[in-house]
């Protein structure tokens, strides 16, 4: 079992930059795959990033491609998500998630979610 505190949230202007760490406390956090998802009010929690155990592989959806940027430090048992270029539609609570097995992309498949942290981008 993990348990995850994400923190980094904030409100910035458009155009601005944040970092979002999730820091994970248990066992086995290198075997996690882990991820960040979004949701803002009134719609559903989207996939926003992921990255593979070791930090081999990442994956973004396209509306954050290039802007934002997924890793992780196993030694620290925390992965981060640098975020620039930022836009008022990225406002949204930002999750981090730790999976097992399943789709990374898709909520449902995660076994452990944080509390969430709050990101507001003023125009």
């Known amino acids: 079992q993990v348990q995850l505190v994400e923190s980094g949230g904030g409100l910035v202007m458009a155009g601005g930059s944040l970092r979002l760490s999730c820091a994970a406390s248990g066992r086995m956090f290198s075997s996690y795959v882990m991820g960040w998802f979004r949701q803002a009010p009134g719609k559903e929690r989207e996939f926003v990033a992921r990255?593979?155990?070791?930090?081999?592989?990442?994956d973004y959806a396209d509306s954050v491609k290039g802007r934002f940027t997924i890793s992780r430090d196993n030694a620290k048992n925390t992965m981060f998500l640098q975020m620039s270029s930022l836009k008022p539609e990225d406002t949204a609570v930002y999750y981090c998630?730790?999976?097992?097995?399943?789709?990374?992309?898709?909520?449902?498949?995660?076994?452990?979610w944080g509390q969430g942290t709050q990101v507001t981008i003023s125009s």
């Open positions: 990255i593979s155990w070791n930090g081999g592989i990442t």
């Open positions: 998630g730790a999976l097992t097995r399943g789709v990374p992309t898709a909520y449902s498949s995660y076994d452990y």
